[in-house]
């Protein structure tokens, strides 16, 4: 729209830092993305901390930009917050997640749900809750094959009206989980008023298990009163079998991380749940 303004326009991004500069080609080039299909999903198993059998996969989108190759979500989603496109770009991950997940259910393959990030951007939109109904209509998925992932942060920043927000998603039959847990500082206290099923301890706390005492004594509180409240709890960013094998002594039952596999591509997801599911 600026360009079309011609002179406008150049005075504009004359006037502009490299940063600032940067941030402008950026959004119109997501924009143009997001229309010209050249975003994609991949997928990460969720898994049983102690089978490591699949119980479900977090869907994290990425940018195949055509000179700059793969680009990764931590560069670009804060920017469609802040430019409105994260609207489009969210609603282009769910259908397509609720699409891929049709098309693997109806083959068989045993993904077990899938989790998709919602920006808090995106789920205070009034239409939240009807247009992800109509997503769930379209392409045939049933709710319960669906988890979304709210941060911690967002949460809080609600307040008042996270009951009714969180209530009118959980009234659609799909399962909530609270991501990035132990950032931002709530308390169980408030989470157990609120309609999670599953609890994300951060990446942060499990990189020092087992040897860092303050990690071991974070996490071991949040998996015992995670579990006494009757939330699923689930670690991020396991890399090691030493930091398995801690938090199967402290009970926490769900897991993630490159120990168990990165995030791949669809036709890898196949692979890895089909060749599971033999052995
Ligand atoms: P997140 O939700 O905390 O996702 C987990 C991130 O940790 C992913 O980074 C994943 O690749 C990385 N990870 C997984 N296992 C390990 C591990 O063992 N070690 C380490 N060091 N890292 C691990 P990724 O894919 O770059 O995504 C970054 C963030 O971007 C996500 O953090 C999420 O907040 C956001 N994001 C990704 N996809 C979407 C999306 O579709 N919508 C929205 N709103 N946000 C998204
Ligand atoms: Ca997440
Ligand atoms: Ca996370
Ligand atoms: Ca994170």
Avoid at 53 to 67: A, I, K, N, S, Y
Avoid at 212 to 224: E, K, R, Y
Wanted: hydrophobic content about 40%; glycine content about 8%; aromatic content about 8%.
């Amino acid at each position: 729209a600026r360009e079309a303004g011609g002179n406008t326009y150049r005075h504009y991004a004359r006037g502009l830092t490299d940063y600032a500069r940067e941030r402008v080609t950026m959004s119109s080039e997501l924009n143009r993305a997001i229309e010209r299909d050249e975003l994609q999903l991949h997928y990460q198993p969720l898994v049983d901390t102690a089978s490591s059998r699949v119980t479900g996969l977090e869907v994290l989108v990425r940018w195949q930009h055509p000179e700059r190759g793969m680009v990764l979500p931590d560069s670009f989603i804060r920017l469609a917050e802040e430019t409105g496109l994260i609207i489009p770009l969210g609603a282009w991950v769910l259908r397509h997640a609720c699409l891929q997940a049709r098309e693997w259910e109806a083959a068989g393959i045993p993904f077990g749900r899938i989790a998709v990030n919602v920006s808090g951007v995106q789920i205070q939109r009034s239409d939240f809750a009807r247009t992800l109904e109509s997503i769930l209509h379209e392409t045939g998925l049933g709710a319960e094959r669906l988890e979304l992932e709210l941060t911690e942060t967002f949460v809080m920043d609600l307040r008042e009206d996270a009951q009714q927000l969180l209530g009118d998603l959980k009234d659609l039959g799909i399962a909530l989980a609270m991501d990035d847990f132990g950032t931002g500082y709530s308390s169980l206290a408030y989470l157990k008023g609120l309609p999670f099923d599953t609890l994300k301890i951060d990446r942060s706390f499990i990189g020092g298990l087992p040897d860092d005492p303050a990690s071991a004594a974070i996490v071991t509180a949040i998996t015992t009163l995670g579990n006494s409240l009757g939330f699923e709890v689930l670690a991020e960013g396991v890399e090691t079998q030493a930091q398995r094998r801690f938090l199967i002594g402290v009970g926490c039952r769900r897991a993630q991380g490159y120990l168990f596999s990165p995030p791949v591509a669809p036709e890898a997801v196949v692979r890895l749940l089909t060749r599971a599911a033999r052995h």
